[in-house]
T-cell receptor, first 114, second 113 residues
Framework: AQSVTQLDSQVPVFEEAPVELRCNYS??????LFWYVQYPNQGLQLLLK??????LVKSINGFEAEFNKSQTSFHLRKPSVHISDTAEYFC????????????FGTGTKLQVIP | NAGVTQTPKFQVLKTGQSMTLQCAQD?????MYWYRQDPGMGLRLIYY???????DKGEVPNGYNVSRLNKREFSLRLESAAPSQTSVYFC????????????FGPGTRLLVL
């Protein structure tokens, strides 16, 4: 079965500093990978996703993630965070091809410190 | 477009009571999902519906039932609520296959006493 590991439950970082949120997945077949963001008291919304092609994918608000097949990782990075990035971030995986359920990680709370 | 809507937003139940959580989407999506979110456990899939007329168990289906009433609506029923079902419940929908983005509702916060 597919699984996702987010080792860091909380990541505090100063405003304008860089951040990396780690995500590792287990799968023996091709996968689709996602990062979702959840702001306080809201549902999740898609931040970015990797389906195929370029291994580096970017969001409209400055986040990026790189698919690394050999390391089975899909880490999320941002070179300079803002207060408004304070939220919980979830990595998710599903098998490519055919209908498959999405498996979510346990989430990483990003706390941006002014 | 309202996207995915959920009712109610909050609910307090006593152990043994029943209730139905309602979910509707206006994006003409085929697939719909029910998740529960608990601290430190992320989102866990309760049930999903790949298309109108079909439903399947997810990771944590015990104590729940679902109905895919039509393409728009997917309800979750707790027949006899237990304190362990205290959680935040999210409904989501997606266009079709696994690579599609899931769109989430705002959630229902349920407390079972």
């Amino acid at each position: 079965a597919q699984s996702v590991t987010q080792l860091d439950s909380q990541v505090p970082v100063f405003e304008e500093a860089p951040v990396e949120l780690r995500c590792n997945y287990s799968s023996s077949v091709s996968v689709y990978l996602f990062w979702y963001v959840q702001y306080p008291n809201q549902g999740l919304q898609l931040l970015l996703k990797y389906l195929s092609g370029s291994t580096l994918v970017k969001s409209i608000n400055g986040f990026e993630a790189e698919f690394n097949k050999s390391q089975t990782s899909f880490h999320l990075r941002k070179p300079s965070v803002h207060i408004s990035d304070t939220a919980e971030y979830f990595c998710a995986v599903t098998y490519s091809g055919g209908y498959q359920k999405v498996t979510f990680g346990t989430g990483t709370k990003l706390q941006v410190i002014p | 477009n309202a996207g995915v809507t959920q009712t109610p937003k909050f609910q307090v139940l006593k152990t043994g009571q029943s209730m139905t959580l309602q979910c509707a989407q206006d994006m003409n999506h085929n697939s719909m999902y029910w998740y529960r979110q608990d601290p430190g456990m992320g989102l866990r899939l309760i049930y999903y519906s790949a298309s109108e007329g079909t439903t399947d168990k997810g990771e944590v289906p015990n104590g729940y039932n679902v109905s895919r009433l039509n393409k728009r609506e997917f309800s979750l029923r707790l027949e006899s609520a237990a304190p362990s079902q205290t959680s935040v419940y999210f409904c989501a929908s997606s266009a079709d296959r696994g690579g599609q983005t899931q769109y989430f509702g705002p959630g229902t916060r349920l407390l079972v006493l």
